[in-house]
């Protein structure tokens, strides 16, 4: 195996480039990577043997650019390249560009590739192999008026999806005819920036379905296995952010019946390499065929946690020509195990992603129970270049319960602070007694959205302002020690120093006005009678209370200090309170702002127009996902500042609106 592959290339980024990294490494193979401007200084590119730069920024001057990948690759003399997942990694045309350039691709053929890459074609082939398809229209007319029609045939509510698309881009749920239009127009601007290509789908959309999928792996010389199934109902956007292997209640029959069904799909094609065949589950236990992925899964890890299996690493082997390791009946499973997908978004804003810095990252200790994936170390910083994506935290237990366990108190010990994340949020959602029970379908979020975008129950206010001002207290005598005449602690003769700390908390009206005495027992706050101090081993001391907590000290844009707690009781976060800049940074009103950076899709309105509440205005792309900016209210628009293509900064004016 060494003396046929020593050298290979990586046409891909952050935590799959690294995790590919990883095993080539215990395989004593050197790894190249490739980076954008953007990534001058990423971990993948510090982890790599060799780097090479591949252009701007944006992914179709860099990562989608086939040519520049097979350049680099020639440059270093590797011989082999491993896609990731994403970017070009199902492909047809890279596949087939490598091959004439006599380097080696680590995925299928290209004839699978092209075969599955047509949703609508995939569907045919997966009928002539007796897979269960899901009723919807697949055919090559693609006028408005027949997908329309065909939506009403089938009968609402209809799933549309890209038909060359993964991901969730390129995809909406249409719960009535009304709605299908701006449905349908959105799908295809998104597939068409994400892919290439708007062909849509047309399906009946399963009202109570699960998303399970089966881990499939062949060789050169018609072996083919299954690894067990995944489920990965818990989606955002039709994005996966929590998945677990094994799927909850499946009996071994259906466990069975799934796995050789995704084998019949796998070998209809002539599969070579890893594959995941994705399946919606209905509650009778029948499974249908949505679409089979090429490539490796961003969620493989909980698949290897459970078999034992580096999915990787049978990928170099099946490349070069190897037999596949084992055989069906050697693969055994073991345990239970968890990925929940770690966000640089703010779930509690219609998971808008959320750029900037990692100024303070802690992360659980890596153990044979809990692992992190990540491409990122604290420093780094979140562009909207990208998927907003920070880790995975993958954590494998005896039984599901045990693992359950294990995964709520990970989350905890996740700490993240410079960026907002969905941390909190993936506890809430791990933490919901339908979740413990299993009983979830892919419309988890949707049916579950009110309680899990409720703050849980955790350190009492008071606690976590006063933790937050005692340390404010405590950074600033540190920082004073070397120059006493600038110890500004408010020290006087026979009397306890005084010190007044005003902080603002998200979503508060007025700002909390902390008048604190400083004690030989600590920090002592009057109006709410409660005393605080630091233990040698840095643990809070709060009235008899004690608790381990870190306190993550950052700038906010406008260049305030934040400041977060983060305890096995969730985070709390609180800024120092500037009335001066507050009025500085207040939004006029009647303006909409851009809530990102981003690139301007598409607006929908001129000055002078009318509009009226929850009308869409303009549609932003920003990390290869779409957002609609609606009127707030009836309105006269009256400027809009930008036009289609142009790039917008966080926070910039959109468009100003008037009223009577």
């Given at each position: 195996m060494v003396q046929q592959l020593s050298k290979i290339l990586i046409a891909n980024r952050g935590e799959i480039a690294c995790r590919v990294i990883r095993t080539a490494r215990e395989m004593g193979i050197k790894t190249v990577a490739v980076y954008s401007?953007?990534?001058?200084?990423?971990?993948?590119?510090?982890?790599?043997?060799?780097?090479?730069?591949?252009?701007?920024?944006?992914?179709?001057?860099?990562?989608?650019?086939?040519?520049?990948?097979?350049?680099?690759?020639?440059?270093?003399?590797?011989?082999?390249?491993?896609?990731g997942y994403g970017f070009l990694s199902e492909n047809e045309s890279f596949a087939e560009a490598l091959q004439d350039a006599g380097l080696i691709f680590i995925g299928p053929p290209v004839k699978a590739i092209a075969a599955m890459g047509s949703k609508s074609a995939a569907k045919n082939i997966m009928a002539e192999a007796?897979?269960?398809?899901?009723?919807?229209?697949?055919?090559?007319?693609?006028?408005?008026?027949?997908?329309?029609?065909?939506?009403?045939?089938?009968?609402?509510?209809?799933?549309?999806?890209?038909?060359?698309?993964?991901?969730?881009?390129?995809?909406?749920?249409?719960?009535?005819?009304?709605?299908?239009?701006?449905?349908?127009?959105?799908?295809?601007?998104?597939?068409?920036?994400?892919?290439?290509?708007?062909?849509?789908?047309?399906?009946?959309?399963?009202?109570?379905?699960?998303?399970?999928?089966?881990?499939v792996f062949c060789?050169?010389?018609?072996?083919?296995?299954?690894?067990?199934?995944?489920?990965?109902?818990?989606?955002?956007?039709?994005?996966?952010?929590?998945?677990?292997?094994?799927?909850?209640?499946?009996?071994?029959?259906?466990?069975?019946?799934?796995?050789?069904?995704?084998?019949?799909?796998a070998q209809a094609i002539d599969y070579v390499g890893a594959g995941t065949v994705e399946f919606l589950f209905d509650e009778d236990e029948s499974f249908y065929f949505m679409e089979m992925n090429t490539r490796l899964q961003v969620e493989h890890p909980v698949t290897e946690m459970i078999t034992g299996v580096d999915l990787v690493e049978w990928q170099l082997r099946v490349a070069v020509g190897e037999v596949l390791p084992m055989q069906q009946d050697e693969i055994v499973l073991d345990g239970h195990a968890f990925e929940a997908r770690i966000y640089a978004e703010n779930a509690d804003d219609n998971f808008m992603p959320s750029t900037g810095t990692l100024?303070?990252?802690?992360?659980?200790?890596?153990?044979?129970?809990?692992?992190w994936d990540s491409g990122i170390v604290e420093g780094?910083?979140?562009?909207?270049?990208?998927?907003?994506?920070i880790a995975k935290l993958i954590v494998w237990d005896i039984d599901r319960e045990s693992a359950l366990r294990r995964l709520t108190n990970a989350l905890r010990e996740t700490r993240i602070a410079g960026v907002t994340t969905n941390t909190d949020y993936l506890h809430r959602i791990v933490s919901h007694e339908a979740f413990q029970k299993a009983e979830f379908t892919t419309r988890f979020i949707e049916?579950?959205?009110?309680?899990?975008?409720?703050?849980?129950?955790?350190?009492?206010?008071?606690?976590?302002?006063?933790t937050i001002a005692a340390s404010i207290i405590r950074n600033r005598q540190?920082?004073?020690?070397?120059?006493?005449?600038?110890?500004?602690?408010?020290?006087?003769?026979?009397?306890?120093?005084?010190?007044?700390?005003?902080?603002?908390?998200?979503?508060?009206?007025?700002?909390?006005?902390?008048?604190?005495?400083?004690?030989?027992?600590?920090?002592?706050?009057?109006?709410?009678?409660?005393?605080?101090?630091?233990?040698?081993?840095?643990?809070?001391?709060?009235?008899?209370?004690?608790?381990?907590a870190d306190i993550a000290h950052t700038k906010t844009a406008e260049g305030s200090s934040r400041y977060t707690v983060f305890s096995h009781y969730g985070r709390f976060d609180a800024s120092v309170y500037d009335a001066v800049s507050e009025l500085i940074h207040e939004e006029e009103a009647g303006s909409l702002t851009a809530p990102m950076n981003g690139t301007i899709v598409a607006v929908n309105v001129a000055a002078g127009d009318t509009?009226?509440?929850?009308?869409?205005?303009?549609?932003?792309?920003?990390?290869?996902?779409?957002?609609?900016?609606?009127?707030?209210?009836?309105?006269?628009?009256?400027?809009?500042?930008?036009?289609?293509?142009?790039?917008?900064?966080d926070g910039v004016e959109l468009i100003s609106l008037a009223t009577e």
């Amino acid at each position: 195996m060494v003396q046929q592959l020593s050298k290979i290339l990586i046409a891909n980024r952050g935590e799959i480039a690294c995790r590919v990294i990883r095993t080539a490494r215990e395989m004593g193979i050197k790894t190249v990577a490739v980076y954008s401007d953007a990534d001058a200084n990423a971990q993948h590119v510090l982890q790599a043997d060799e780097a090479v730069h591949i252009g701007g920024s944006q992914s179709s001057e860099s990562y989608l650019c086939a040519d520049k990948v097979i350049a680099a690759a020639k440059r270093t003399g590797a011989q082999a390249i491993h896609p990731g997942y994403g970017f070009l990694s199902e492909n047809e045309s890279f596949a087939e560009a490598l091959q004439d350039a006599g380097l080696i691709f680590i995925g299928p053929p290209v004839k699978a590739i092209a075969a599955m890459g047509s949703k609508s074609a995939a569907k045919n082939i997966m009928a002539e192999a007796g897979v269960p398809l899901v009723p919807g229209y697949h055919g090559e007319d693609q006028s408005d008026d027949l997908l329309a029609a065909e939506a009403e045939k089938i009968g609402y509510p209809v799933l549309l999806k890209a038909a060359y698309g993964g991901g969730g881009k390129g995809m909406r749920i249409v719960e009535k005819a009304s709605e299908f239009a701006e449905a349908l127009a959105s799908a295809r601007r998104e597939a068409k920036a994400g892919f290439g290509n708007d062909k849509m789908l047309v399906e009946k959309f399963i009202t109570r379905p699960r998303h399970v999928e089966i881990q499939v792996f062949c060789d050169q010389h018609g072996n083919a296995v299954y690894l067990a199934e995944r489920d990965c109902s818990v989606q955002r956007r039709h994005q996966k952010v929590v998945e677990e292997a094994p799927a909850p209640g499946l009996s071994e029959e259906t466990r069975k019946a799934m796995g050789d069904a995704a084998v019949r799909a796998a070998q209809a094609i002539d599969y070579v390499g890893a594959g995941t065949v994705e399946f919606l589950f209905d509650e009778d236990e029948s499974f249908y065929f949505m679409e089979m992925n090429t490539r490796l899964q961003v969620e493989h890890p909980v698949t290897e946690m459970i078999t034992g299996v580096d999915l990787v690493e049978w990928q170099l082997r099946v490349a070069v020509g190897e037999v596949l390791p084992m055989q069906q009946d050697e693969i055994v499973l073991d345990g239970h195990a968890f990925e929940a997908r770690i966000y640089a978004e703010n779930a509690d804003d219609n998971f808008m992603p959320s750029t900037g810095t990692l100024a303070y990252l802690r992360h659980p200790e890596v153990s044979p129970y809990v692992r992190w994936d990540s491409g990122i170390v604290e420093g780094d910083e979140v562009t909207t270049f990208y998927d907003p994506m920070i880790a995975k935290l993958i954590v494998w237990d005896i039984d599901r319960e045990s693992a359950l366990r294990r995964l709520t108190n990970a989350l905890r010990e996740t700490r993240i602070a410079g960026v907002t994340t969905n941390t909190d949020y993936l506890h809430r959602i791990v933490s919901h007694e339908a979740f413990q029970k299993a009983e979830f379908t892919t419309r988890f979020i949707e049916q579950y959205g009110e309680a899990l975008h409720k703050r849980e129950a955790g350190l009492p206010e008071p606690v976590n302002l006063l933790t937050i001002a005692a340390s404010i207290i405590r950074n600033r005598q540190q920082a004073a020690n070397q120059d006493p005449w600038s110890r500004a602690n408010g020290w006087r003769v026979n009397a306890a120093a005084k010190h007044r700390i005003c902080l603002q908390t998200a979503g508060a009206e007025a700002a909390t006005i902390l008048n604190l005495e400083e004690t030989d027992a600590g920090i002592y706050w009057p109006e709410q009678e409660i005393s605080l101090r630091f233990a040698k081993d840095g643990a809070v001391l709060v009235d008899g209370l004690r608790f381990h907590a870190d306190i993550a000290h950052t700038k906010t844009a406008e260049g305030s200090s934040r400041y977060t707690v983060f305890s096995h009781y969730g985070r709390f976060d609180a800024s120092v309170y500037d009335a001066v800049s507050e009025l500085i940074h207040e939004e006029e009103a009647g303006s909409l702002t851009a809530p990102m950076n981003g690139t301007i899709v598409a607006v929908n309105v001129a000055a002078g127009d009318t509009v009226t509440e929850g009308q869409a205005l303009v549609v932003m792309e920003a990390m290869k996902m779409e957002y609609t900016i609606r009127a707030p209210f009836n309105a006269t628009v009256e400027q809009v500042f930008f036009n289609a293509g142009e790039l917008v900064s966080d926070g910039v004016e959109l468009i100003s609106l008037a009223t009577e």
